[in-house]
C-alpha cells in the first residue's frame, strides 16, 4: 500500500526545462586553416559535411571550464543559486581525467554544495541521456532541480594528421535546469544502445585495456578513430527510428513536430532525416556550419541557442534526437511552454 501511494504521489510530478546555457571557445578553426595542415580543401569539406568552421579551448583550458561557464548561463536563465542544486550529472567523452569526475568538478566552481553529481558517458548522446536521467529524478519526487551538462574539448582527442575526423570536431558545453517548476516539459526520452558497433567510434587508448604507454602515443592511439562510412549508414537509419519511438511514447507523431534540434554531425544527416520525417528546412535548427561536432555539447548548444533566438511558440513539440559511439542514440520530445 505504501508504494502504490508512493507511486501515485510520484507520478503527478513533471519534469521540465526551466533554463538554458551555452559555450563555445573563442577560437576559430577555419576550413582555410586545415587546408594547410592536411590533404583537404574547403569545397570538399563543406561538401560532404556542411562544416565551415570550428572552435578549439586554449591548451590549458579543460571541460569543466567550459562546463562551467555553460552551467553559470544556465542557472541565470533559471533565476536558480546553485545551492538549489539537489544534482548535477555532466556528459562528456573528455572528462579532465578519470577521477574525480567532471560533474564534482562543476560542483565546486559554482559552489553546488548540496547537490550530488556524477558523469555519464554516451558520446554524442550523452545530454539527451542526462535528460533522462534527471526526467526520473524529478518524476519520482527524488529531486527539484537539475543540473545538465553536455561538455567536450574534442580537440584535444583530435588527429589533425587525420583528415578524416579532424574537419569533424569541435569543442564546446552547453547546459540545462531540468525543475519540477513550470518550463519547457519533457513529454518522452527513448535511449537505445548496440555495443556490436563499438569498434565503428571509439578512442582506443587511456583506459584499462591499453594504459598510456609510450607504444600508443607512438601509435596515436590517444586520437579518435571513425569508421566514417558506416556511422553515416547508422546515424541515416537511427534518427528516424529514435525519434519516431520518442513520439510513439507520448502519443504523437511526425506530423506533431513543430521542431527537430538533431544532433550536429554532419548536414548530409541532417537533411536525410529532414527528408524522412517530411520536415522543411524552417523547422530544423543546424549550427554545424559554425561548430562541427560538439559530441555531447551539440544537442546542448543548440537548445540554448534556440531558446535565446526564441524561435518556438507556445505549445509547440521540439524533437531532440542524437547518435553516437557505443554505439548509442537517443531522443526527446519537449513541450515548449
Known sequence: MRQGLFNLKASQYAASIIGTGSYVPDTVISNSYLEEIVDTSDKWIVSRTGIKERRKVLDEIATSDIATKAAIQALNDANLDPIELDMIIVATVTPDMAFPSTACLVQKSIGAINATAFDIEAACSGFIYCLSIAEQFIKSGSANNILVIGAEVLSKITDYKDRNTCIL???????????????????????????????????????????????????????????????????????????????????????????????????????????????????????????GNMSAASIAV????????????????????????????????????
Open 169 to 291: 570536431f569541435g569543442d564546446g558545453a552547453g547546459a540545462a535546469i531540468v525543475s519540477k517548476s513550470k518550463g519547457y516539459q519533457i513529454l518522452s526520452t527513448y535511449l537505445g544502445s548496440d555495443g556490436n558497433g563499438c569498434d565503428l567510434l571509439y578512442l582506443p587508448a587511456g583506459g584499462s585495456r591499453n594504459p598510456a604507454s609510450i607504444e600508443t602515443i607512438n601509435k596515436s592511439m590517444h586520437y579518435i578513430k571513425m569508421e566514417g562510412s558506416e556511422v553515416f549508414k547508422f546515424a541515416v537509419r537511427i534518427m528516424e527510428t529514435a525519434t519516431e519511438k520518442a513520439l510513439e511514447l507520448c502519443n504523437l507523431n511526425k506530423s506533431d513536430i513543430d521542431y527537430l534540434i538533431p544532433h550536429q554531425a554532419n548536414i548530409r544527416i541532417i537533411e536525410n532525416a529532414m527528408k524522412r520525417l517530411d520536415l522543411t528546412e524552417d523547422k530544423v535548427f543546424v549550427n554545424v556550419d559554425k561548430y
Open 302 to 337: 543548440a537548445l540554448d541557442e534556440t531558446n535565446k533566438m526564441k524561435r518556438l511558440s507556445n505549445g509547440d513539440n521540439v524533437v531532440l534526437v542524437a547518435f553516437g559511439g557505443g554505439l548509442t542514440w537517443a531522443s526527446s520530445v519537449i513541450r515548449w511552454l
